[in-house]
């Protein structure tokens, strides 16, 4: 919804009532998270398992979005805006962004199926382990997996964490970091 009304200035609304209608809709999901989703669009092969599959088709008049898992039902947006708008994000935060304006868009028939080459991809941030632009800069490039320090008690690390499982991303938690600071003992 941000990067079409961002493209065009068109605002859709959000339906999240589980009814797919008949025509002229974008439908997002997964066979597990939205079960009235036509079988052609969520027939994953049997071996992607573990790995992110993306669908992006069109079908009786709509454009469905789905996923071999949620994350995959992400990408697969984030794939169309990609290939068929012309999105970009090359850098964290909003000036990273290239969004090309459009004042018409004719869309054409798509069958797109994906199978991520890799379960992992990763991007390490040093030091800066709770940014939420870099977070969703990830995500939007299709890096899934992050490191980061553990939640222990902290409340809200726990509600961190689960806005970037939210974002597609896979989790490791770890404090195996360590900075040499003196140059000599660096050096041997």
Request: proline fraction near 4%; glycine fraction near 8%; aromatic fraction near 14%.
């Amino acid at each position: 919804q941000t990067f079409l009304y961002k493209i065009s200035g068109a605002k859709l609304y959000i339906d999240k009532s589980g009814k797919i209608p008949s025509a002229n809709a974008l439908v997002i999901g997964t066979r597990k998270n939205f079960p009235a989703l036509p079988a052609a669009v969520t027939d994953f092969s049997e071996g992607d398992e573990g790995k992110d599959s993306i669908r992006i088709k069109s079908l009786n008049g709509n454009l469905y979005f789905t996923g071999n898992v949620p994350r995959g039902a992400l990408y697969a947006v984030y794939t169309f805006l990609k290939k068929s708008l012309g999105v970009r994000w090359f850098f964290a935060g909003e000036q990273g962004e290239l969004v090309p304006r459009r004042a018409k868009f004719v869309l054409p028939e798509l069958d797109i199926y994906e199978v991520a080459k890799f379960k992992l991809r990763a991007f390490h941030v040093c030091g800066k382990h709770y940014d939420r632009d870099m977070e969703t800069w990830m995500s939007r490039n299709r890096i899934n997996f992050m490191s980061s320090d553990p939640i222990g008690k902290h409340k809200w690390r726990r509600a961190w964490n689960d806005s970037r499982i939210a974002k597609g991303l896979h989790m490791m938690f770890s404090t195996h970091n360590f900075i040499i600071r003196d140059k000599k003992v660096f050096d041997e």
